[in-house]
């Protein structure tokens, strides 16, 4: 993927991921082709992000570039 900000997808797994305007999301939980799986706490709900959608990985945490509000649409 050009320009990713992530270079190795499988260390971003069990971190943290928060939306765009920082909101807490969930957790990844797995690394898929073109996607992650977005687990969150208590396992409630899980979401199928595409790769695409994330715009920072700063060694911590995982930003996407989805506002909350927008998840819905990726839920399982």
Known sequence: MPDSPVLDWTRIIHKNVRSHE???VG???M???D???IVTQGAMDRYIIPKSKVE???GAEV???LIR???DR???
């Open 31 to 33: 690394d898929a082709d």
């Open 22 to 24: 920082g909101e807490p």
């Open 74 to 76: 990726y839920r399982l």
């Open 69 to 71: 509000g927008e998840l």
């Open 56 to 58: 920072a990985f700063d």
């Open 35 to 37: 996607s992650i799986v």
């Open 63 to 65: 930003r996407l570039s």
């Open 27 to 29: 957790n990844v939980s």
